[in-house]
């Protein structure tokens, strides 16, 4: 009970202190978080705009399993990865002109690399399929 009512009390202490930083004077340049903000927004009207793309490869004899990654190379980030038998994948959120390189591999069931291969393009809205060479 004793740490309730602390931690209630800290938390009233905080939002009362936090008070004046938000009172300003009108003559004050925008502060830097608007700026932030509006950045954020035009990244999601970029998100907007990703459509999904369609990848497929071989079967590969005596598979356990396959991992797969999609992976924006421009921005440095992966978009989608995971595990599958099957040897097609539809991946959502490509977003035009930038660089993308998605990657398949196969494995036994000991876990040994039993084909792989990748394909890395920049990304249109007119391209609705890859087909991956697995070697």
């Given at each position: 009970?004793k740490?309730l009512i602390?931690?209630?009390?800290?938390?009233?202490?905080l939002?009362a202190s936090?008070?004046?930083?938000?009172a300003?004077?009108n003559n004050q340049a925008?502060?830097s978080?608007?700026?932030?903000?509006?950045?954020?927004?035009q990244?999601?009207?970029a998100?907007?705009?990703?459509?999904?793309?369609?990848?497929?490869?071989?079967?590969?004899?005596n598979?356990?399993?396959?991992?797969?990654?999609?992976?924006?190379l421009t921005?440095?980030y992966?978009?989608?990865?995971?595990?599958q038998?099957?040897?097609?994948?539809?991946?959502?959120g490509?977003?035009?002109?930038?660089?993308?390189?998605?990657a398949v591999?196969?494995?036994?069931?000991n876990?040994n690399?039993?084909?792989?291969?990748y394909?890395?393009?920049?990304?249109?809205?007119?391209?609705?399929?890859y087909?991956?060479?697995?070697?």
């Amino acid at each position: 009970m004793k740490k309730l009512i602390a931690s209630t009390f800290a938390t009233c202490l905080l939002f009362a202190s936090a008070v004046p930083a938000f009172a300003q004077d009108n003559n004050q340049a925008a502060s830097s978080t608007v700026a932030s903000v509006v950045a954020a927004n035009q990244v999601s009207n970029a998100q907007l705009a990703a459509f999904s793309i369609n990848f497929s490869w071989r079967s590969v004899p005596n598979l356990y399993r396959y991992d797969f990654s999609a992976i924006n190379l421009t921005d440095n980030y992966t978009i989608e990865f995971g595990t599958q038998t099957a040897t097609s994948r539809n991946i959502t959120g490509f977003v035009p002109g930038k660089t993308y390189r998605v990657a398949v591999t196969a494995y036994d069931a000991n876990f040994n690399n039993i084909g792989s291969g990748y394909v890395q393009f920049v990304a249109s809205s007119s391209t609705t399929s890859y087909y991956i060479n697995l070697n």
